[in-house]
């Protein structure tokens, strides 16, 4: 087992998200969506220049209930609905950020965030530099990411990997109630534009979550958190994944006594890699689970920075779960093979220690 | 929609006779001035002082001078990558647009932006913008800060103040008309009545197609703005007295009702698309006809000699001779200035606020590092 001190600066949270969540349910459990709502109304009752924009986000509540009750709260001029033009109110959002407001923009999912793409890709991260450093862009712009269920080829994207290749942006993915709040609220105080990537799969996830009288929960970028403790691996992921390598870590603990780190990195950019090699320090073994292609993906950038920074720690040549490298299929059948599931994970853990 | 060249409320006749003198003589030292800069920027290219893509604005000046004196200066503009003359005439230092293009660290954006990137926040300008359109997005959101502003705020980001009336100036080629995001950010514009011109600089040609062969209506422009209920209006950009007076009421109406508009401004640019077009797509005649009938400078010139006796041949000559030197002190400038320093400049403007990890002064930056730079702030292997 690592001892804790090897991992300080990555301290356990009670953690817990519903009956397939191992980490203990603490006394207010809330849904991921409610989290994400805490969020953004704390953050906009301290904060006029923050609105939020999208599509179905005020009178119809959210297309998943996310901003539920906001309209009510903010009014229409904080709350804004849009038409259909992801390329129109992301680029107004760019507008509004350099000017001196705080956007919140939400896409229903990001896999429309790509008829958008040249306004957060080519305008949102580069403008701080093109201007030589006077116009910041510190928009958030959130949504579904990854695959929702039987929602086929266009609409499943996992856009991390995509994303990620840009510098300019700072990437946060929770895989949880609480960090879904805590990163958040921190990327609408960031003063750099933030792509925040939910699930669609994970809204309904409940976990205990600090009530705001406790004070704000804000979640730092670019540190880890150790979800689960063992020495025999270390399993690498971010967003909705996480869950699945904590499913695969219990049953390597249960069925074969093997334990494993678990770290979820919670922010692509920042990225953690210290507390990786931390971890490495005691395993020796990677495997990196993405929901993502596996070509030129986060996962492979991991293993990249791993093998060029702590090659010498490694027993086994580092391991990537990613999805299937095909589009999206609808089968469910398909589909669920299709992702990092947990029999990837266990498999990949096995190979990794030498099991057939 | 309002017909051609129709000012769109009762107005006082000839706005322009209302401005004094010197607003006139300004005018047109704001032009000459474009007129002077881009052609040593032509010559700095030609020499290869200046890289890349690099569009100049010769004939154009009328049309950048005369939308601006009808706006206040802190009223919010963005425009394209044909973007010289708009920092010139906000009030840019020639030598820091042209240190920009020489890719200096005197350059406005310390060089990291080039000629289509010419940005200035002290004078209001947001940007030239290089891919076709796009700025028409952030012309929308640059309008409905302002709005934002009056109505949610109550107080002026800047200073804290109560808030002004403002309108946000939003410049196009013709070329963008054909673009999905102009369509999009018009909408918005006229869903949610966003104070925001959006400003054609229609010079006949979208690089080497003509407006006819490129997009629909192009006789009647205001068409387009007629789908978004805006109102829509197409003037003359080359006389810069007619352009003041019909531009002006629309700009005023905009600000005092807080609405959009849609202007077609008919302009023609006497140089090439950018350094690189052999213009095989129209004559020499067609060129000479602007150059030499229709040039906006030489109007305004003849204008002011002649019907307002406020300019002598001698003055005027004085006038060009001075805006040539301050010219020529920019080109000197540019040419003389230090290149930025990768090690300081290289890693710096990434983020307003680099996480540790990200950061030129932290032990690891993202991504392959730079082995050139090792041991540098952003590079090298740790």
Same mark, same amino acid.
């Given at each position: ?27 207010? *459990? ?92 080519? !305008?949102?991260?580069? $403008? ?48 949880? *109630? ?46 880890? =958190? ?38 979820? $990195? ?37 293993? @990249? ?34 992702? *990092? ?16 | ?90 009030? $840019? ?24 990137? $010419? ?65 999009? =950010? ?16 229609? !010079? ?44 002006? *009421?629309?700009?005023? =109406? ?79 400038? @540019? ?32 991504? @392959? ?14």
């Amino acid at each position: 087992m690592p001892t804790l001190d090897l991992i300080t600066e990555t301290p356990l949270h009670p953690y817990a998200s519903g009956a397939d969540f191992p980490g203990g349910a603490g006394p207010r *459990p809330i849904q991921f969506r409610e989290a994400l709502r805490e969020a953004m109304a704390e953050e906009m009752r301290r904060d006029p220049r923050i609105f939020l924009m999208g599509e179905e986000v005020a009178e119809y509540n959210g297309a998943y209930k996310v901003s539920q009750g906001m309209l009510d709260e903010f009014g229409p001029k904080r709350i804004i609905d849009s038409p259909i033009s992801e390329n129109g109110f992301a680029g107004l959002a760019v507008g509004a950020a350099m000017y001196g407001l705080r956007p919140i923009i939400e896409f229903m999912s990001w896999s429309f965030s790509l008829v958008a793409a040249d306004q957060i890709l080519n !305008n949102v991260p580069k $403008m701080l530099y093109m201007s030589g450093g006077q116009w910041g862009c510190p928009v958030v712009f959130r949504g579904n990411d990854g695959a929702g269920g039987q929602l086929g080829s266009t609409h499943s994207w996992a856009v991390e990997g995509l994303f990620s290749n840009v510098p300019g942006v700072k990437i946060a993915i929770p895989s949880n *109630p609480y960090d879904a709040k805590g990163l958040l609220k921190t990327a609408i105080r960031d003063d750099d534009p933030v792509f925040f990537l939910e699930s669609e799969r994970m809204l309904g996830d409940k976990a205990h979550v600090p009530a705001p009288e406790d004070g704000d929960l804000l979640v730092p970028f670019g540190e880890a =958190a150790l979800r689960s403790v063992g020495d025999a691996c270390t399993l690498v992921s971010f967003g909705r994944p996480v869950n699945f390598c904590l499913e695969a870590a219990a049953d390597l603990r249960e069925k074969e006594g093997i334990e494993v780190d678990v770290l979820d $990195m919670r922010t692509i950019r920042p990225l953690d890699i210290d507390a990786i090699i931390r971890s490495l320090r005691t395993t020796s073994r990677l495997v990196v689970v993405d929901q993502c292609w596996p070509f030129a993906s986060v996962a492979s950038e991991v293993v @990249a920075q791993v093998c060029e920074r702590a090659f010498d720690l490694l027993d086994h040549q580092p391991l990537r779960v990613n999805s299937d490298d095909v589009p999206t299929p609808y089968s469910k059948a398909l589909e669920a093979e299709f992702l *990092p599931h947990k029999g990837k994970i266990v498999a990949a853990v096995r190979k990794t220690l030498g099991y057939t | 929609m309002t017909a051609v060249t129709t000012a769109p409320r009762s107005i006082p006749r000839r706005p322009s006779a209302a401005l004094p003198d010197e607003a006139l003589l300004r005018m047109l030292r704001d032009m000459q001035l474009i007129r002077e800069f881009e052609n040593r920027t032509m010559q700095a290219y030609q020499q290869a002082k200046i890289g890349g893509f690099c569009h100049v604005y010769t004939g154009q000046e009328a049309l950048v001078v005369g939308t601006f004196a009808s706006v206040n200066h802190d009223d919010p503009i963005v425009t394209a990558y044909r973007d010289h003359g708009h920092a010139l005439a906000r009030g $840019m230092s020639p030598r820091a647009c042209m240190a920009e293009m020489f890719g200096r660290a005197t350059g406005c954006a310390k060089g990291k932006g080039g000629s289509m990137h $010419m940005f200035d926040k002290p004078n209001h300008l947001y940007g030239g913008h290089g891919i076709v359109g796009a700025q028409t997005a952030l012309g929308a959101g640059l309008a409905f800060a302002v709005k934002y502003e009056l109505e949610v705020l109550g107080r002026d980001l800047a200073s804290g103040g109560n808030p002004k009336k403002r309108v946000a100036l939003c410049y196009l080629g013709d070329g963008a008309l054909n673009q999905g995001c102009l369509h999009e =950010a018009m909408n918005l514009a006229g869903l949610w009545s966003l104070p925001v011109i959006f400003i054609v600089e229609n !010079n006949l040609y979208s690089m080497g197609t003509s407006i006819h062969r490129g997009t629909t209506s192009a006789d009647d422009l205001t068409k387009k703005a007629a789908a978004y209920e805006i109102d829509g209006f197409s003037f003359d950009g080359m006389d810069i007295l007619s352009l003041y007076d019909n531009f002006k *009421p629309v700009a005023d =109406a905009c600000r005092d009702d807080q609405k959009p508009a849609f202007v077609d401004i008919r302009t023609y640019r006497y140089k090439g698309h950018s350094m690189s077009d052999p213009q095989k797509y129209r004559t020499r005649e067609e060129v000479e006809e602007y150059e030499s009938k229709r040039d906006s400078i030489a109007m305004l010139a003849a204008h002011l000699m002649r019907d307002r006796a406020c300019l002598s041949e001698d003055a005027w000559r004085a006038m060009q001779d001075e805006l040539a030197e301050i010219v020529r002190d920019a080109v000197k400038f @540019a040419d003389e200035s230090p290149w930025p320093d990768p090690k300081a400049e290289l890693y710096s403007d990434v983020m307003v606020s680099p996480h540790p990890r990200m950061s030129p002064s932290g032990e690891y930056v993202e991504g @392959a590092c730079n082995p050139i730079l090792e041991g540098q702030p952003g590079g090298g292997e740790r």
